[in-house]
């Protein structure tokens, strides 16, 4: 009986692709990449009045207490997926809601 293991080798990317889609984890790390991306991304004043941020179908809402800022950054909503699609390295947001 021949070793399966000693056949394949997998790199560990590989190996954590594998882990992550058989435990369906991907739709949490990528809230988690997403949030993380907003607040390093946009800055700590809008941190500030950031209240909430869901991430769920590719639609980024973020709940900001300030609406002077949320009218202000509603005019460059496209820049703003295209800036945090580019600092996570993949295509994750297409729409982005500001409440």
Do not use: C
Request: net charge positive.
């Amino acid at each position: 009986m021949k070793n399966k293991r000693a056949n394949e080798e997998k790199s560990m990317k590989d190996l954590m692709e594998i882990f992550k889609n058989k435990h369906r984890l991907n739709p949490g790390l990528n809230k988690v990449d997403v949030e993380n991306a907003w607040m390093t991304q946009l800055g700590p004043a809008i941190k500030n009045y950031t209240n909430e941020i869901k991430f769920r179908n590719n639609t980024l809402t973020v709940h900001l207490s300030s609406s002077a800022l949320r009218e202000e950054l509603s005019y460059g909503k496209e820049k703003i997926i295209k800036t945090l699609n580019e600092s996570l390295g993949r295509e994750l947001i297409s729409k982005l809601i500001l409440r």
